[in-house]
């Protein structure tokens, strides 16, 4: 039986909104992100599994802060004393775009145990006989994984995958993150492996019977407001009988309130609806989102925001999104209309304004005796 722990996407050095850790003075967000991972690397010495696979974006950045890379080198150099071999591949957040720039992993790959995969290519890490095929963030990626899937044919023992990466699902379903140089790629002739360790989709998700994507640590947008955050625990025997266990991490809490319609609302029922709202969540130490749909423009401006700001002040970030009733005017100038080309002609002729030596009424009866040639043209 091997077991091994899967994580992904910690977005180490990921910070946002402004709100100061009082311990630290850092970045709350940042904090969090530190305390996620602490809190796995705190379960795993523990728990001492065969293998760590980390299946990429540890870092959030390509030059993460000094201080990211100390947190990170700290809790790689436990895991390694505590024994436990750490193989982690290079995703798209911390891959720079030119090689010249080199990779922040490169600080950790005299560690021992700690097997750092950055190399634009596929590479094979054995560990035992558990053997991580790990294909990093690169420039060919379906090139690369069919190396992967040729030399899996050569190795005995339990073969995992690791990669980061969107995938096709079942049916039309991608997994994908919807970044810039994100990649997508296919599994389905990925079939001679034990498990294959995903990384980049920020939802832990079984993708088929033996993929999964582990998800990420911490929530990093109100996209993952309904998601549970964690790793998974998965136990192998070789003989393709598996066990995956998803271990959840405390993590800051996220909430998207349910918005504040205000249609049919007068001003002392919206301004009241907005409290209400804010006081029954609670915001103290949260994440906060509230959305106030169709507000008229003169209630938003006679809303009192040093109060607003009083209420949310205990949240880590509080944003309230307001859209705006748009009037009857607007509506009636955005409905698009379809009149004749001829119509729309004589209408913009009548308006334009051309030079006194030019015979308008001439100029006009020119354009719509052209504008008939052509049509009597297109229907031959
Ligand atoms: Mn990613």
Redesign the pocket.
């Known amino acids: 039986m091997t077991r091994i722990f899967h994580i992904a996407?910690t977005h180490i050095g990921y910070s946002a909104y402004r709100r100061m850790d009082e311990a630290t003075g850092l970045n709350q967000r940042e904090v969090d992100t530190y305390a996620a991972f602490k809190q796995f690397v705190d379960f795993a010495v523990v728990e001492k599994p065969e293998v760590i696979v980390h299946a990429?974006?540890l870092f959030d950045s390509v030059r993460p802060t000094n201080r990211a890379i100390s947190f990170v080198l700290g809790q790689l150099i436990r895991l390694s004393e505590a024994g436990i071999p750490f193989v982690v591949i290079s995703?798209?957040?911390e891959t720079p775009r030119l090689k010249e720039t080199g990779s922040v992993f490169s600080l950790f790959e005299h560690i021992p145990g700690i097997h750092v995969v950055y190399g634009n290519k596929y590479e094979l890490v054995e560990i035992g006989d558990l053997k991580v095929h790990a294909i990093p963030h690169c420039d060919d990626i379906e090139g690369e994984k069919q190396k992967m899937r040729l030399n899996r044919d050569s190795t005995g023992g339990v073969n995992i995958a690791l990669l980061?990466a969107g995938v096709y699902g079942a049916g039309k379903q991608m997994f994908l993150?919807d970044?810039f140089n994100?990649q997508l790629i296919t599994i389905h002739d990925l079939t001679n492996f034990d498990y294959l360790a995903l990384?980049?989709y920020h939802k832990y998700i079984r993708v088929r019977d033996n993929a999964y994507y582990a998800g990420s640590t911490e929530r990093f947008s109100f996209n993952e407001v309904n998601e549970t955050k964690g790793f998974l625990e998965v136990r192998l025997d070789g003989d393709g009988e598996k066990e995956i266990v998803f271990h959840e991490l405390r993590t800051r809490e996220m909430v998207d309130l349910e918005p504040v319609v205000c249609t049919n609302l007068d001003a002392q029922e919206i301004k009241r609806a907005i409290t209400d709202r804010i006081q029954e969540c609670n915001p103290e130490d949260k994440v906060v989102r509230l959305k106030v749909l169709d507000i008229p423009m003169q209630v938003y401006h006679s809303l009192d925001f040093d109060e607003l700001k009083r209420l949310t002040r205990s949240a880590v970030h509080f944003e309230i999104k307001y859209e705006f009733k748009r009037d009857n005017e607007l509506r009636a100038a955005e409905q698009p209309s379809f009149r004749s080309l001829h119509t729309e002609y004589e209408h913009f002729m009548e308006k334009y304004t051309i030079g006194a030596h030019i015979d308008k009424k001439r100029l006009k009866e020119l354009g719509l005796q052209y504008m008939q040639a052509w049509e009597s043209e297109s229907e031959e």
Request: net charge negative; aromatic share 0%.
């Open positions: 996407d990429g974006d995703g798209n957040h980061h993150m970044e994100e990384g980049h």
